[in-house]
Protein backbone atom coordinates (compact mmCIF):
# COMPACT_ATOMS: atom_id res chain seq x y z
CA UNK A 1 0.00 0.00 0.00
CA UNK A 2 1.00 3.58 -0.55
CA UNK A 3 1.28 6.21 1.83
CA UNK A 4 2.43 9.77 1.64
CA UNK A 5 3.62 11.48 5.01
CA UNK A 6 3.29 15.13 5.22
CA UNK A 7 5.76 17.21 7.80
CA UNK A 8 7.23 20.68 8.17
CA UNK A 9 3.65 22.55 8.95
CA UNK A 10 3.17 24.55 11.53
CA UNK A 11 2.68 28.74 12.46
CA UNK A 12 4.83 32.14 11.81
CA UNK A 13 4.57 35.06 11.44
CA UNK A 14 4.22 36.96 7.91
CA UNK A 15 7.47 37.45 6.01
CA UNK A 16 8.74 34.41 7.32
CA UNK A 17 9.56 30.63 5.90
CA UNK A 18 8.54 27.37 6.08
CA UNK A 19 9.56 24.42 4.71
CA UNK A 20 7.10 20.56 3.79
CA UNK A 21 8.62 17.62 3.13
CA UNK A 22 6.17 14.47 1.69
CA UNK A 23 7.55 11.19 1.80
CA UNK A 24 6.20 8.65 -0.07
CA UNK A 25 6.34 4.69 1.08
CA UNK A 26 5.31 1.40 0.33
CA UNK A 27 5.08 -0.91 -2.79
CA UNK A 28 6.72 1.91 -5.64
CA UNK A 29 7.90 1.15 -8.79
CA UNK A 30 8.26 4.62 -10.19
CA UNK A 31 6.36 8.10 -9.27
CA UNK A 32 5.86 10.46 -12.07
CA UNK A 33 5.19 13.90 -10.90
CA UNK A 34 4.55 14.70 -7.56
CA UNK A 35 2.93 18.21 -6.31
CA UNK A 36 1.31 20.57 -3.28
CA UNK A 37 -2.01 21.56 -3.63
CA UNK A 38 -4.00 23.72 -0.84
CA UNK A 39 -7.69 24.09 -0.13
CA UNK A 40 -9.29 26.94 1.27
CA UNK A 41 -12.61 26.94 3.18
CA UNK A 42 -15.76 26.03 1.06
CA UNK A 43 -13.77 25.98 -2.22
CA UNK A 44 -11.98 23.03 -4.45
CA UNK A 45 -9.06 22.02 -3.84
CA UNK A 46 -6.12 24.25 -5.61
CA UNK A 47 -2.45 23.64 -7.36
CA UNK A 48 0.33 25.28 -5.91
CA UNK A 49 3.48 23.62 -7.17
CA UNK A 50 3.88 20.66 -9.50
CA UNK A 51 7.66 18.97 -10.22
CA UNK A 52 8.18 15.89 -13.33
CA UNK A 53 9.85 12.90 -12.33
CA UNK A 54 13.29 15.36 -15.02
CA UNK A 55 12.83 18.01 -12.74
CA UNK A 56 10.10 20.31 -14.29
CA UNK A 57 8.45 22.51 -12.04
CA UNK A 58 4.92 24.75 -12.71
CA UNK A 59 3.64 27.44 -9.98
CA UNK A 60 0.47 28.67 -9.00
CA UNK A 61 0.57 32.51 -9.84
CA UNK A 62 0.22 33.42 -5.98
CA UNK A 63 3.43 31.55 -5.48
CA UNK A 64 5.66 32.16 -8.31
CA UNK A 65 9.39 33.76 -6.64
CA UNK A 66 8.25 32.52 -2.97
CA UNK A 67 7.76 29.16 -3.06
CA UNK A 68 9.87 26.60 -4.46
CA UNK A 69 9.37 22.61 -4.89
CA UNK A 70 11.89 20.20 -5.52
CA UNK A 71 12.31 16.51 -4.28
CA UNK A 72 15.09 13.68 -3.97
CA UNK A 73 14.02 10.70 -6.38
CA UNK A 74 16.21 8.49 -4.11
CA UNK A 75 14.24 9.23 -0.58
CA UNK A 76 10.96 9.57 -2.91
CA UNK A 77 10.36 12.95 -1.21
CA UNK A 78 8.73 16.26 -2.45
CA UNK A 79 9.59 19.13 -0.46
CA UNK A 80 8.01 22.48 -0.75
CA UNK A 81 10.32 25.55 0.36
CA UNK A 82 7.92 28.56 1.79
CA UNK A 83 9.40 32.14 1.48
CA UNK A 84 7.85 35.63 1.97
CA UNK A 85 4.48 33.90 3.93
CA UNK A 86 1.84 35.98 3.78
CA UNK A 87 -1.70 35.40 5.62
CA UNK A 88 -3.31 34.20 2.89
CA UNK A 89 -1.22 31.64 2.43
CA UNK A 90 -3.10 30.14 5.77
CA UNK A 91 -4.26 26.86 4.71
CA UNK A 92 -4.10 23.03 4.67
CA UNK A 93 -1.70 21.55 2.68
CA UNK A 94 -1.60 18.13 0.36
CA UNK A 95 0.96 16.62 -1.31
CA UNK A 96 -0.01 14.20 -3.99
CA UNK A 97 2.20 11.85 -5.97
CA UNK A 98 1.59 10.15 -9.21
CA UNK A 99 2.50 6.73 -9.13
CA UNK A 100 3.37 4.42 -12.41
CA UNK A 101 0.90 1.97 -12.94
CA UNK A 102 -0.53 2.29 -9.51
CA UNK A 103 -2.55 6.17 -9.64
CA UNK A 104 -2.71 9.02 -7.72
CA UNK A 105 -2.11 9.36 -4.09
CA UNK A 106 -2.85 12.40 -1.56
CA UNK A 107 -1.39 12.81 1.66
CA UNK A 108 -3.56 13.32 4.63
CA UNK A 109 -2.97 17.53 4.98
CA UNK A 110 -0.48 19.75 7.44
CA UNK A 111 -1.81 22.88 8.71
CA UNK A 112 -0.11 26.16 7.46
CA UNK A 113 -0.86 29.50 9.67
CA UNK A 114 0.65 33.17 8.73
CA UNK A 115 -0.20 35.40 11.54
CA UNK A 116 -0.75 39.16 10.57
Known amino acids: QVQLVESGGGLVQAGGSLRLSCAVSGRIFSINAMGWYRQPPGKQRELVATITSGGSTSYAESVKGRFTISRDNAKNTVYLQMDSLKPEDTNVYYC??????????WGQGTQVTVSS
Open 96 to 105: NAIVIGQGIY
